[in-house]
T-cell receptor, first 114, second 110 residues
Framework: DTAVSQTPKYLVTQMGNDKSIKCEQNLGHDTMYWYKQDSKKFLKIMFSYNNKELIINETVPNRFSPKSPDKAHLNLHINSLELGDSAVYFC?????????????FGPGTRLLVL | DAKTTQPTSMDCAEGRAANLPCNHSTISGNEYVYWYRQIHSQGPQYIIHGLKNNETNEMASLIITEDRKSSTLILPHATLRDTAVYYCIVRGNQGGKLIFGQGTELSVKP
């Protein structure tokens, strides 16, 4: 069983569209994250949620709205997509976001905005 | 979180030990040293982490200097599948986020 899964794996869409990426973890973790990896390969945190509550929001445009229906899921909705949103988006989870614990990453969603 | 410095790239012969250095001179007392790697197009993979003692698991060993200002990740018998970007991350208690630098691109050659 995949510990952290994301759908879709690839997403190609037009500028201005609204799209969602889904993430699920079956590890029983309380904390989930979204990271963005741009074309220069830098990985950067976007959001983290602990038990469905927002903990970190790293000055991400408000076109990005994470939603956590339960602690096993953290979905990312993006409104009015722009060319610069093209990137690979990784979901991750950890036990409770505390010191000394491990984050487990999903396989990534490759978003291309045309 | 403290900043880390790693060489941009390294080569290693297959079957030999790969020693990847990392400097973190501004690390503070409660910050952990983590190592992750990213094999092409995949999600980052956890390797190992430590606070001040050396650590070993089935993947690698982590050697942290006594002053904690630097560390070395050791892959004891590198294989071609270990070719990846290796990230050294110093992590404090800021909501759990990992701050990735540019990492070291390790190429394992036959």
């Amino acid at each position: 069983d995949t510990a952290v899964s994301q759908t879709p794996k690839y997403l190609v869409t037009q500028m201005g569209n609204d799209k969602s990426i889904k993430c699920e973890q079956n590890l029983g973790h309380d904390t989930m994250y979204w990271y963005k990896q741009d074309s220069k390969k830098f990985l950067k945190i976007m959001f983290s949620y602990n038990n469905k509550e927002l903990i970190i929001n790293e000055t991400v445009p408000n076109r990005f709205s994470p939603k956590s229906p339960d602690k096993a899921h953290l979905n990312l909705h993006i409104n009015s997509l722009e060319l610069g949103d093209s990137a690979v988006y990784f979901c991750a989870s950890s036990q409770d976001g505390g010191l000394g614990e491990t984050q487990y990453f999903g396989p990534g969603t490759r978003l291309l905005v045309l | 979180d403290a900043k880390t410095t790693q060489p941009t790239s390294m080569d290693c012969a297959e079957g030999r030990a790969a020693n990847l250095p990392c400097n973190h001179s501004t690390i503070s007392g409660n910050e952990y040293v983590y190592w992750y790697r990213q094999i092409h197009s995949q999600g980052p993979q956890y390797i190992i982490h430590g606070l001040k003692n050396n650590e070993t698991n089935e993947m690698a060993s982590l050697i942290i200097t006594e002053d904690r200002k630097s560390s070395t990740l050791i892959l004891p018998h590198a294989t071609l599948r270990d070719t990846a970007v290796y990230y050294c991350i110093v992590r404090g208690n800021q909501g759990g986020k990992l701050i990735f630098g540019q990492g070291t691109e390790l190429s394992v050659k036959p």
